[in-house]
């Protein structure tokens, strides 16, 4: 799954290590690769009080535009 969106002044923003196109690999130590977009939606809205994900960093695709929102 990729980086398509992050919450102005959310963890992730905030944290600076995350950008747009980044892939996600595993939450929590689970993988994601193969779960669709939902199930990894889930699994980070019921990370708990702590939220480890392991984070590919890839050029943007080609067709990736940033708009005025910062949101992809």
Request: net charge negative; proline share 4%.
């Amino acid at each position: 799954m990729f980086v398509s969106h992050l919450v102005p002044g959310g963890i992730a923003a905030s944290c600076g290590k995350i950008l747009f196109g980044d892939r996600i690999q595993a939450v929590n130590g689970v993988d994601v690769t193969e779960m669709t977009h939902e199930q990894v939606v889930m699994s980070l809205l019921n990370s708990g009080d702590e939220l480890v994900l392991t984070i590919c960093h890839e050029p943007p695709l080609d067709g990736f535009q940033v708009n005025n929102l910062g949101e992809v």
